[in-house]
């Protein structure tokens, strides 16, 4: 079975602070893709990336960056100098053999970006 | 612009009614998805197709159930719905797809944020 711990329910940052969001992932799969969301207010899950398995260069894209650690099984997300548009719920999810089947996501952070 | 729809954003009904939640995608995915959202628990996976007239139970399929009779339909039904089921529930689709094939995302709907009364 899969499972995906996200440790921070609510984080509260002022704006243009640096934020991490932790994601912890358990599975026996060897092949997986892990996930991280972004849903605003309005509802709507955003998606924000994907990483497989064996990959695991750290990405960046713009003030977004993602450290994924297979030794740690961890996959943890940062925000640079964060800002208020930031405001949203982030979830960290998890696919295991083939990309595209069920997704096991994690608790969510609530992150809020105060002006 | 590829989507997915959910028919209702609100609904608001009462115990013991019989509910359909419709999903529609325009995008020709074999794999659709039924999650709720409930506040901590994140989403939870509620029943799952992988082709037309195909399900499958996820985490927790007690008290719904689910219709695909095509491609780009996937209701939920909530049999006799109940105040415990008050939740924001999401539709998803995906295609399949393997690492050397790069696999693909998921496109997720708006949501319906159902009210049982």
């Known amino acids: 079975a899969q499972k995906v711990t996200q440790v921070q329910t609510e984080i509260s940052v002022v704006e243009k602070e640096d934020v991490t969001l932790d994601c912890v992932y358990e599975t026996r799969d060897t092949t997986y893709y892990l996930f991280w969301y972004k849903q605003p207010p309005s509802g709507e899950l955003v998606f924000l990336i994907r990483?497989?398995?064996?990959?695991?260069q750290n990405e960046i894209s713009g003030r977004y960056s993602w450290n994924f650690q297979k030794s740690t099984s961890s996959f943890n997300f940062t925000i640079t100098a964060s800002q208020v548009v930031d405001s949203a719920v982030y979830f960290c999810a998890l696919s295991v053999g083939t990309s595209g089947s069920r997704l096991t996501f994690g608790e969510g952070t609530q992150l809020t970006v105060n002006p | 612009d590829v989507k997915v729809t959910q028919s209702s954003r609100y609904l608001v009904k009462r115990t013991g009614e019989k509910v359909f939640l419709e999903c529609v995608q325009d995008m020709d995915h074999e794999n659709m998805f039924w999650y709720r959202q409930d506040p901590g628990l994140g989403l939870r996976l509620i029943y799952f197709s992988y082709d037309v007239k195909m399900k499958e139970k996820g985490d927790i399929p007690e008290g719904y159930s689910v219709s695909r009779e095509k491609k780009e339909r996937f209701s939920l039904i909530l049999e006799s719905a109940s105040t415990n089921q008050t939740s924001m529930y999401l539709c998803?689709?995906?295609?399949?797809?393997?690492?050397?094939?790069?696999?693909?995302?998921?496109?997720f709907g708006s949501g319906t944020r159902l009210t049982v009364v």
């Open positions: 998803a689709s995906s295609v399949p797809g393997t690492y050397l094939l790069g696999g693909y995302g998921y496109t």
């Open positions: 990483r497989n398995s064996f990959d695991e």
